[in-house]
């Protein structure tokens, strides 16, 4: 079955420094993989999203993250972080023949002024 | 219109109490989703509605009963809690894609005393 895994359930940063956020996947043929950002008390908002296009994804807010099939990973990053950065990075992966998302296991950023 | 609209946005109910929570999006998606997030957990599946029908139901206990009365409205109606089902309850939609990210609404806060 299709999963992910988050490496480090809290990352601290300096505002403007790099923010990487790490997922790794488990399948044995490309996943559909996804980055989802969740403030306190809100849902969830879709950063980005990998379907096979190009493994270079670009989301909102300037984050991208790399798809990297020889290394079944799919991390996060953004350049620069700023404080509005600050919340909860779910990967997901749609898994195995449902529809429907499961999620890694979260990592929440610390943005430090 | 790219929102899914939950409601009520807090509920407190006790152990005997029916109450239902609520979610209307009118984005022509074909399937959606609820979903339990438990303090500092990811949100777990609940049930999927493909075309209004339910289509996977994680061996979620009875007390909770999704219903699907057409394709914009999806309910959850509760019965019997217990405190241990106080959580965020979250709906989400997509298209009939398995590329296709879901959109999520920004929950329902349950506490149950």
């Known amino acids: 079955a299709q999963s992910v895994t988050q490496l480090g359930s809290h990352v601290s940063v300096s505002e403007g420094a790099l923010v990487l956020l790490r997922c790794n996947y488990s399948s044995s043929v490309p996943p559909y993989l996804f980055w989802y950002v969740q403030y306190p008390n809100q849902g969830l908002q879709l950063l980005l999203k990998?379907?096979?296009?190009?493994?270079l994804v670009k989301g909102i807010n300037g984050f991208e993250a790399e798809f990297k099939k020889s290394e079944t990973s799919f991390h996060l990053t953004k350049p620069s972080a700023h404080m509005s950065d600050a919340a909860e990075y779910f990967c997901?992966?749609?898994?195995?023949?449902?529809?429907?998302?499961?999620f890694g296991s979260g990592t929440r950023l610390q943005v430090q002024p | 219109d790219t929102e899914v609209t939950q409601t009520p946005k807090h509920l407190v109910m006790g152990m005997t109490n029916k109450k239902s929570l609520k979610c209307e999006q009118h984005?022509?998606?074909?399937?959606m989703y609820w979903y339990k997030q438990k303090a500092k957990k990811p949100p777990e599946l609940m049930f999927v509605y493909s075309y209004e029908k339910l289509s996977i139901n994680e061996s979620v206990p009875s007390r909770f009963s999704p219903e699907c009365p057409n394709s914009s409205l999806l309910n959850l109606h509760l019965h019997a809690l217990q405190p241990e089902d106080s959580a965020l309850y979250l709906c989400a939609s997509s298209q009939e894609d398995r590329a296709t990210e879901a959109f999520f609404g920004q929950g329902t806060r349950l506490t149950v005393v």
């Open positions: 984005m022509g998606h074909r399937a």
């Open positions: 997901a992966v749609i898994r195995g023949g449902r529809r429907a998302l499961t």
């Open positions: 990998y379907t096979s296009a190009a493994t």
